[in-house]
């Protein structure tokens, strides 16, 4: 199971959007004992983490002269990266759980944008799944998020041009990539890697996953106005990335020592006890 810890704080800026403040995590995706024995033929990189900053949350535009009972806002619910960046490097698919009342209330959404639009009146928790590359992790993430629709401030009037924007920022941490996962992914602006010792040398990346790259541009979504600027929290998982790598390098000396030492104190042992 994804294992919550430090929670990071969302930037100053924020957008003129009306809903409350953006709520940010750490989670770390751990495999279980299965994933490790169908992978032990796989090279993988020890000590090494790589982490996808990713937002999810909603937004809600009231539909004013337009609206009527049960018709009165349009809204999007998404998953997107950190900074709006294609999530596809790593993520294969999105599943969201609408309330029992809409049809087909589970939306399965196999390519970015991970999002999708309705239309309605009602706030409901929304279930969130999103289901990684069989390479990335075999355990889905399971989110939450409910759907607001009006403002924080009940006595506040709506407006049609003054969205409702409620996100969640979090960042999904992955251990130990195969190498031909990191050589994948370490380039790519959606992913926050460390860079690797002098010596490790990776795979090249096939040509079909470079042309994925090109096929979706987060830039070109309309609702890009009025997402949240997430841009602090960006930085401090830069400066976790590079305490992570910091980290790793110390584990790895100290292993080497204590094999040093080991090694010492066996040629030390007296001539009887050999």
């Not at 430090?6 to 957008?15: A, E, G, M, T, V």
């Not at 032990?40 to 809600?60: C, M, Q, R, T």
């Not at 999105?94 to 087909?104: E, K, T």
Request: net charge neutral; charged share 25%; aromatic share 8%.
């Amino acid at each position: 199971m994804p294992q919550h810890s430090s929670k990071l704080h969302s930037s100053k800026q924020q957008p003129d959007v009306t809903g409350p403040a953006p709520k940010s995590q750490r989670t770390k995706m751990v495999r279980s004992s299965d994933d490790n024995e169908k992978k032990n033929l796989v090279k993988k990189l020890k000590d090494v983490e790589f982490s996808v900053p990713i937002v999810y949350g909603n937004i809600a535009f009231w539909l004013g002269k337009k609206a009527s009972e049960y018709q009165s806002h349009r809204w999007t619910v998404y998953v997107r990266g950190g900074t709006n960046e294609d999530l596809s490097v790593v993520v294969k698919r999105v599943v969201f759980q609408l309330h029992s009342s809409f049809n087909n209330p589970m939306r399965v959404v196999e390519s970015p944008p991970f999002e999708l639009s309705e239309s309605g009146w009602g706030e409901f928790e929304i279930a969130i799944t999103l289901h990684f590359h069989n390479d990335v992790c075999e355990k889905p993430l399971h989110l939450y998020h409910h759907l607001k629709l009006y403002p924080e401030d009940d006595s506040g009037s709506m407006s049609v041009k003054k969205p409702v924007v409620v996100e969640s920022y979090d960042e999904v941490v992955f251990s130990e990539p195969s190498e031909s996962l990191f050589a994948r992914v370490q380039n790519h602006p959606a992913v926050i890697a460390p860079r690797l010792p002098p010596g490790i040398s990776l795979p090249p990346v096939p040509v079909e996953d470079a042309d994925k790259r090109k096929k979706f541009d987060p830039k070109d979504n309309p609702l890009t106005q009025w997402f949240t600027n997430f841009s602090e929290a960006d930085e401090l998982l830069k400066l976790a990335a590079a305490r992570q790598q910091v980290q790793a390098q110390i584990a790895r000396v100290r292993r080497q020592l204590s094999l040093i030492d080991g090694q010492h104190q066996q040629h030390s042992k007296p001539p009887n006890e050999l």
